[in-house]
T-cell receptor
Framework: AQSVTQLGSHVSVSEGALVLLRCNYS??????LFWYVQYPNQGLQLLLK??????LVKGINGFEAEFKKSETSFHLTKPSAHMSDAAEYFC???????????FGTGTRLKVLA | SAVISQKPSRDICQRGTSLTIQCQVD?????MFWYRQQPGQSLTLIAT?????????ESGFVIDKFPISRPNLTFSTLTVSNMSPEDSSIYLC??????????????FGSGTRLTVV
């Protein structure tokens, strides 16, 4: 069955440290992949998306994600965490042939001073 | 990208009452999507609203509980009917857009935080 999994519901990093948020999908055909961020009391904002043009995708706020077909992964990274990065991050997939998106369970990122 | 205005941004409602949430897009879109985000959880698609036809509901959601209107290509409403505390959630509308390379992605409204007491 097609699905998306985010490992780690909570991740804590120190300010300035590497951020790594994990996302794996289950599908025989690579889907469209997205990362969204949700700040407290706000809607979701698109960080970046993979649409098969390039495996390394750069997004806003210094985030990037690499699509690895062999690992069926689309992990989100940022070299140096900032306090303002504290938020909830959702990985989402849109499987080809459907207009529906499936969202992961989310990872809440905490940045420690 | 499209700008989506959603209101109200939050409300506290009595159980048994209904709340209608409005979603206005600054461009014409074919499909609009309504999501629910229960406390501490991810997003679940409620229904897809197409202009000129009845909304398509996902499993577990019914029209009597969540009636949707889509009178034109820029506007939609979602009503949460006969509310109970279990309906306390964030409700989000979204549209799917294509960029210049014809790659798609969702744009979301800012959400409606509903608390039922």
């Amino acid at each position: 069955a097609q699905s998306v999994t985010q490992l780690g519901s909570h991740v804590s990093v120190s300010e300035g440290a590497l951020v790594l948020l994990r996302c794996n999908y289950s599908s025989s055909v690579p889907p469209y992949l997205f990362w969204y961020v949700q700040y407290p009391n706000q809607g979701l904002q698109l960080l970046l998306k993979y649409t098969s043009a390039a495996t390394l995708v750069k997004g806003i706020n210094g985030f990037e994600a690499e699509f690895k077909k062999s690992e069926t992964s689309f992990h989100l990274t940022k070299p140096s965490a900032h306090m303002s990065d504290a938020a909830e991050y959702f990985c989402a997939v849109r499987f080809r042939g459907t207009y529906k998106y499936i969202f992961g369970t989310g990872t809440r990122l905490k940045v420690l001073a | 990208s499209a700008v989506i205005s959603q209101k109200p941004s939050r409300d506290i409602c009595q159980r048994g009452t209904s709340l209608t949430i409005q979603c206005q897009v600054d461009s014409q879109v074919t499909m609009m999507f309504w999501y629910r985000q229960q406390p501490g959880q991810s997003l679940t698609l409620i229904a897809t609203a197409n202009q000129g036809s009845e909304a398509t509901y996902e499993s577990g959601f019914v029209i009597d509980k969540f009636p949707i209107s889509r009178p034109n290509l820029t506007f939609s409403t979602l009503t949460v009917s006969n509310m109970s505390p279990e309906d306390s959630s964030i409700y989000l509308c979204s549209v799917e857009e294509a960029d210049q390379a014809s790659n798609y992605g969702y744009t979301f409204g800012s959400g409606t935080r509903l608390t039922v007491v």
